[in-house]
């Protein structure tokens, strides 16, 4: 406190309190995430990824309801509470827990669903720390949990073909089943990409599909290769659309609206039960088309980078987690370059 010489009267410059608004921690739980999820939405993040950080926040507000109400405020957050979180999520939280119709006892949740989870809130966390609303990121030192890499359970051939003929061509669901089947194996696309194909997505002339941005996980434009006798097949299910419904989709429902992956989900699983694929032992939905086109692509000779710009993963790594050694090609290198064909010691000798 002073005196203005001017008018002779106190003058106050500072606060007596040192709290301000925007002060490191002070920020409740609830505001702090709508803060993080309107700077997302801001960055026009996909309507799936906003929609998974509001279902993994109110996953862990409930946790954090039940084993530590006391916590209330942004800044009150530390690694052993997010860590605390991240054992309750491996061990003790079962698949569908909370929901009395679907819950699976014994079964907990995935490493790939604990790791979707801890990443968000590493998000959350990183960007609480950039706005100055964390003296330090708690989740900085969390590493997502380890799992076994399993062999993934591929069609074959002969399944491919048998789910193929499976469809019914006489009707229109189909026929455009089968067509769809041909696609996505031909092609190597996400369901939700083929179904929201339209006839302007098609260049006949270049005989490929040119998938704008906005449909691609990376927002940027693809060229996609389609073979003739496939692209035969679309143009054929267009025409029947046209002589039934007016829109431009290509894949629609019996009623014209566009198929939704659930309807094709439940309609491959009863082509596999019609030509007695064990779904338990090989799996059958949209994705292993998907898995299908890029195994048989590089063990037909497809280079790795090819493959990668035709499905657009965005790592690498995830291309190449589809290089698989045929079986009959491994054993006979094996037989070819053991050291033991080499010293030729691999028969009996005769006893003296």
């Known amino acids: 406190m ?12 500072k606060r007596r309190s040192g709290r301000s608004g925007k002060e490191v921690g002070f920020v409740g739980l609830d505001l702090g995430f709508d803060l993080f999820f309107n700077a997302k939405r801001a960055e026009k993040l996909r309507t799936r990824t906003l929609e998974d950080y509001q279902s993994y926040w109110r996953y862990f ?18 690694t052993a509470i997010l860590r605390e979180y991240m054992n309750y999520m491996s061990y003790e939280r079962t698949k569908y827990d909370g929901v009395a119709e679907r819950r699976v006892e014994g079964c907990n949740l995935s490493p790939v669903t604990v790791a979707s989870r801890l990443r968000a809130l590493k998000t959350m966390c990183k960007f609480w720390m950039s706005e100055g609303l964390m003296k330090e990121d708690p989740a900085e030192k969390l590493k997502p949990p380890r799992k076994d890499t399993e062999e993934k359970s591929v069609i074959v051939d002969e399944q491919l073909r048998d789910l193929v003929e499976a469809a019914d061509v006489d009707t229109f ?8 089947m041909l696609l996505l194996a031909d ?13 302007t997505h098609l260049d006949i002339a270049s005989r490929c599909i040119r998938l704008p941005g906005h449909m691609n996980k990376n927002r940027k434009p693809r060229i996609v290769p389609v073979s003739a006798s496939v692209l035969r097949e679309l143009v054929i299910l267009m025409e029947e659309n046209r002589s039934y419904f007016d829109t431009d989709f290509i894949f629609l429902a019996n009623y014209g609206d566009p198929l939704k992956a659930d309807q094709f989900r439940k309609r491959l699983s009863q082509y ?3 030509v007695g694929i064990d779904r338990k032992v090989t799996p059958v939905s949209p994705h292993r088309f998907r898995d299908y086109f890029c ?3 590089l063990l037909n000779g497809g280079d790795l980078f090819t493959l990668q710009r035709i499905v657009a993963h965005a790592d690498i790594k ?9 079986e009959g090609a491994m054993r006979d290198s094996h037989s070819q370059f053991s050291p033991l064909s080499r010293l030729g010691m691999t028969r009996a000798g005769k006893r003296r």
């Not at 507000?61 to 530390?78: C, F, K, P």
């Open 318 to 326: 995830t291309t190449q987690g589809y290089v698989k050694v045929n």
């Open 173 to 180: 669901a189909g026929f455009r089943d089968r067509t769809l």
């Open 295 to 297: 195994t048989n692509y």
């Open 61 to 78: 507000r409930e946790w954090l309801m039940e084993n530590h109400s006391e916590i209330d405020e942004v800044g009150q957050l530390d």
């Open 272 to 274: 596999a039960d019609k």
């Open 187 to 199: 092609t190597g696309l996400r369901i939700n990409e083929a179904l929201r194909l339209e006839s």
């Open 2 to 13: 002073s005196v203005d010489p001017r008018k002779g009267k106190a003058v106050t410059a």
